[in-house]
């Protein structure tokens, strides 16, 4: 990767009606810009939807992203969350299938060590969800992955709020 490329976060407060996801999706694939992750979820007011973006680019091109959402009428607000203290969590799940009893006994170590929930059991599968930073998740997905011989992932997009505390990022 160019050493200039780097991962990007922006947090958006927009309008909450239809055709308003759509319109910032087809922005980045309208200008080859690569979406690594996209959420989206209403407000305390609920007429006002939060987006939080994760995208890969150089400087140059993240200020067009920001300008060319900046014009866009449905969006209030664009922050900036790349070199900010921010808590950002991601969530993941990960079933495990063909389990033994002791392929059980590592899903559940793996469990309590990255502080995860076992949240549905049957008899030679289990469901874990792991709510965390999106690095800490790829490992989880990497160790699973090395781990067991079948498994199935799902994971949402990061969420992020700016942090009071200025001491965590």
């Given at each position: 990767m160019d050493s200039n490329m780097k991962k990007r976060w922006i947090s958006l407060y927009?309008?909450?009606?239809?055709?308003?996801?759509?319109?910032?999706?087809?922005?980045?694939s309208g200008k080859s810009y690569n979406l690594d992750s996209l959420t989206v979820g209403t407000t305390e007011d609920?007429?006002?939807?939060?987006?939080?973006i994760a995208t890969v680019s150089d400087d140059e091109t993240f200020e067009q992203i920001k300008?060319?959402?900046?014009?866009?009428?449905?969006?209030?607000?664009?922050?900036?969350f790349t070199d900010i203290f921010v808590?950002?969590?991601?969530?993941?799940?990960?079933?495990?299938?063909?389990?033994?009893t002791a392929d059980k006994v590592e899903v559940f170590q793996i469990a309590e060590t990255f502080k995860a929930k076992v949240i549905d059991y049957g008899r030679d599968s289990v469901?874990?969800?792991?709510?965390?930073?999106?690095?800490?998740?790829?490992?989880?997905?990497?160790?699973m992955k090395e781990e067991f011989k079948s498994i199935e992932v799902v994971r949402g997009g990061s969420v992020g709020i700016e942090s009071i505390s200025m001491m965590e990022r």
């Open positions: 927009v309008e909450n009606q239809v055709g308003v996801l759509s319109k910032i999706s087809g922005l980045f609920p007429t006002v939807s939060r987006m939080t300008k060319q959402l900046n014009r866009m009428v449905e969006v209030i607000k664009v922050i900036d808590r950002m969590k991601e969530i993941l799940y990960v079933k495990v299938f063909k389990c033994t469901l874990v969800e792991f709510v965390q930073t999106a690095t800490k998740n790829d490992a989880v997905v990497k160790l």
